[in-house]
């Protein structure tokens, strides 16, 4: 008799037969004698096929005998059966902690079963994607229903309409599962996509207190996550992510109906349509949520054939080439070209489109919308065919990869013996052509998915270049002849210029380029020398412009973009002509040039409100413990943001206080998604902070911004003044498994936020933090309680952190404690003061800036430079003397508190009647001039020191002013 591995590809059968007496010692369980229906033959291929199965089989073979008891392996995983075994699981549960328990030893054992069967290809892609899908559903249902019952218990139970039956009674929660969970389609091993909701207002009865009815859901919500998604010593069930949610992180944990009606009827983004076409209640009361469904179905599926989606798919879909640029994602084969999420795509185009016509295709499940697709004659049956084929491939190959070591990846394998697995549990007899089939389904999907969501018809003729600059690239034409062309067609240092190209081509990076980066290189180059004939000094373009194309002669697919977009590289030419800055920018970040791809965008930076939408839905994507793809998307968020302030700047489109708005709210909308990552992180490991009343904490942290941020005046490269405040009790602690006092809660959340801010990664620092102007300095601790913070602002606190508060205002965190924030500076503010005191303190401190930072003074000889900020007439002049009037003056005018930048301070000083107003005016004029020639030299890689004779009338003014403010 042959031994059980014999028919396995030989690597696979001698690393099985390594193993096999390690996980069997003493021969093959009892349990597969008999019926099973599990032979050795099955037991090798499963320890080939799996290292999660091996492992299980080793360390936990009792949990695999009861499993197996409950159900053979041989029988199909079913729904029902799933409900069933969990009520086995629900019997011993008699608090939160067993709760947890049955919840990960349930999620063990069904696990093992589903990908048993899947990899061993006991179950078809249907099963499995139901199985995972509905054990998803029986755990977050069965969760919810003991955690209800419990919190009403503790908190009454929530009372208000019922929206089906229109009368008061009892409310219970509503889980809506996105994505793949509300589709039937989820993966062996995936995160869940959740959005809680409630009917509607209302306060709970017969508790030990009241709580209104938002409160208890979210409170309830919290438990849910935690039963769910907190890692215990015996693992967790589902990574949770609650980001789809209005206003995502920061939004409330649990929304009303009305609530969320309203948003998505005023605010949805069409990627939040794209999202709500999955959307399924998955939990809790099945009858209100057919209700809310109902409500929400007109914001999904819209009457009329909507032709307007196609814009919105055609950004999403250039998202989705940026992020596989990015990130490097040609072996994903979810998100590569020809991946999963490309037929997702154009099912989903369809039914955003045609949907609310179409009612057929108003249905989750992808397989089945394909079937209606071609019934309605929108494709034809050879594209449907391909694509489904294709679609069932490559989630069976998602499956096995997830299932070789129950991880969440779609990453194909680099090593020999997984990529073996992969050909054996996909049906193949070798890596090869097992690549083959993939790389013949991606070809086809990438196909189908350009012709259907195709972008507009950017291609222009590249015809007609002059074969001059052919012959200038390939040194085909002496050096002389090369000058003379380029001086003809006005380079500025035609020699320069020849050496520089000679020097590029004959480098070592060039010479040891593979056959179609070097192909690529030498279609670009002659193309890009004609293109710098459109800007001024075409020579020391070209030298700034080279700087790109070496730090790309690895990744020429950026040489392509260029090639493929003239307007691209027309605004490539034109940005690094006028600022060596920008172009020191996209040398060191070419994923950046995905930005000049759309003129409209690059030259009309978006709104606030408009930034947190992209950041949010380029988040998504990335789970918050990936800290590490976290911290680098929002460096790539920043710059790609800064590079559309700083064109439109150039190009005049933003003025000065624009700009600053704009730097300010890109710092404001990273601060907030950083604080959510840093809470969520902390979070799930150790609970939620509690208040003294026994609710959780909703972060009651807040992040204050000084100086440049706090005043709204951020420059390009500026880095950030930061103070950390939170309301909680320091005397609690928090609700996890593993809790730790609240004061050290939040230690660590201001550690983790100053990590991921100023971290150094492959994509450089988000920002620079300074934390010197917290309460004692870098000597007082990191995050102070409010009232820590009160109590040393009144009364251990010098002039000049007086001065500085003038300037700072709450950016992110918790609105609450940020209003609570806002209160105590203007009472600090609004304090009486000694005049003349406060003069002399202000006056003091002045002096020693000076003295360090400015222009050093040698008697007797001329300055040879004036520093625009630090010299006598300089900035930092009128801000102290702002400072010092609102410090002197707020008791009795309380309306100067309301702002923290200078430019609107002075406004309101001449409003109160404190400086004359043609002074103020003046100031604010001679204050913008002086700053805006700051940005403009900071976008030329210049410093803030300029000729000595510079700015004389603006410098005389403000030495007159500082004469008449501060020292008469």
Known sequence: MSEPWGQLPAELATDVSGVWTSVFPEGL???????????????????????????????????????????????????????????????AVTDEASLHRALRRFRRETQFRIIWRDLLRWADLQETMAATSAFADVCIDGALAWLYTDSCRLFGTPWGMDPVTGKDGPQRMVVLGMGKLGGRELNVSSDIDLIFAFPGKGETRDGPRTLDNQQFFIRLGQRLIQALDQITADGFV???????????????????????ETYYQDQGRDWERYAMVKARVVAGDQGAGDVLTAMLKPFVYRKYIDFSAFESLRNMKAMISREVRRKGLE????????GIREIEFVVQAFQLIRGGRDRE???????????????????????????????????????????????QTQLLPEDALSRARVALILGFASWADFMAALDGHRERVARHFADIIALEDEEQEQGGLDEGWQEIWFGEIDDESAVKWLADHGFEAPEQSVKLLADLRSGRAVQTMQTQGRRRLNQFMPVLLEALTAVEQPSETLGRVLHLVEAVLRRTAYLVLLLENPGARAQLVRLCSQS??????????PLLLDELLNAESLYHPPARSELQDDLRQQMLRIPYEDLEEQMESLRHFKKAHILRVAASELRGTLPLMKVSDYLTWIAEVVLDHVVDVAFANLVSRHGYPLRADGTACNTDFAIIGYGKLGGIELGYTSDLDLVFIHDADPGLATDGDKPIDNAVFYTRLGQRIVHILSTQTPSGQLYEVDMRLRPSGNSGLLV??????????????????????????????????????????????????????????????????????????????????????????????IEFMVQYLMLAHCAEHPELTQWSDNIRQMEELGRAGILPVEDTERL??????????????????????????????????????????MLN
């Open 29 to 91: 369980p009892g349990w597969t004698s008999g019926d099973t229906g599990v032979s050795p033959h099955d037991m090798a291929q499963a320890l080939a096929r799996s290292l999660f199965l091996r492992e299980t089989l080793q360390r936990q073979p009792d949990l695999v005998a009861e499993l197996n008891q409950a159900q053979p392996l041989a029988e199909p995983t079913t729904p029902a059966f799933l409900q069933r075994r969990w009520q086995d699981f629900l019997a």
């Open 238 to 260: 589902f990574r949770v992510d609650m980001r789809l949610r209005p206003y995502g992180q920061s939004g409330a944990l649990a929304l009303s109906f009305a609530a969320l």
């Open 331 to 338: 072996n994903n084969i979810k998100l590569g070209s020809g």
């Open 361 to 407: 295709l108003q249905q989750r499940e992808l397989l089945n919308i394909l079937v209606e697709l071609e019934a309605l004659e929108l494709l034809p049956p050879r594209v449907v065919s391909e694509l489904r084929d294709a679609y069932i491939f490559l989630r069976n190959l998602e499956h096995a990869l997830q299932g070789m070591e129950d991880k």
């Open 580 to 589: 060596p800055w920008i172009a020191r920018q996209l040398a060191e970040t």
């Open 784 to 877: 102070s309680t409010l009232a820590a913070f009160e109590k040393y602002q009144r009364n251990d606190a010098w002039t000049w952190e007086h001065q500085a508060l003038a300037r700072a205002r709450g950016v992110a965190g918790c609105p609450a404690t940020l209003e609570a924030f806002e209160a105590l500076r203007r009472s600090i503010l609004c304090l009486g003061r000694d005049k003349g005191k406060l003069r002399q303190d202000v006056v003091e401190m002045r002096e020693k800036m000076r003295t360090s930072l400015g222009t050093p003074v040698v008697e007797g000889r001329e300055p040879e430079v004036f520093h625009i900020k630090h010299d006598r007439g300089g900035i930092i002049d």
């Open 924 to 965: 604010r004029e001679t204050y913008i001039t002086l700053r805006s020639t700051i940005h403009r030299r900071a976008l030329q890689n210049l410093n803030s020191q300029v000729a000595a004779g510079s700015f004389p009338d603006e410098r005389k003014y403000i030495q007159a002013m500082w004469q008449k403010v």
